[in-house]
């Protein structure tokens, strides 16, 4: 079972930290990714990381202020977010893919609780 946490509210231009723990599984043997959702809108991917090489992925609207990565000895996956805008308000989720990356919700095996992040302008 995966559990996201650390969600919260934030001013625009602020940073919080996402983190995604798991129970009952070792993640190092998934790829790992972050979606969020806004209220009327479609899951969308934001974060991926890699279960072979570590390599990570993002969409244009996150690249350069969001990063992923991933604790094996706390078998937890973070996503750091800094420059946070008024449109990244979402439930932010992680995903657990055993293809060699995720970067779709059709990608995922297993998905955790979201958390929300808000954030004000």
């Known amino acids: 079972q995966l559990q996201a946490s650390g969600g919260g509210l934030v001013q625009a231009g602020g940073s919080l930290r996402l983190s995604c723990a798991a129970s009952?599984?070792?993640?190092?043997?998934?790829?790992m990714g972050w979606f969020r959702q806004a209220p009327g809108k479609e899951r969308e991917f934001v974060a991926g990381i890699s279960r072979y090489t570590g390599s990570t992925n993002y969409p244009n609207s996150v690249k350069g202020r969001f990063t992923i990565s991933r604790d094996n000895a706390k078998n937890t996956v973070y996503l750091q977010m800094n420059n946070l805008k008024p449109e990244d308000t979402a439930v932010y989720y992680c995903a657990a893919s055993e293809l060699g990356m995720v970067t779709t919700t059709d990608e995922c095996d297993y998905w955790g609780l979201g958390t929300l992040v808000t954030v004000s302008s």
């Open positions: 009952g599984r070792t993640l190092i043997r998934y790829s």
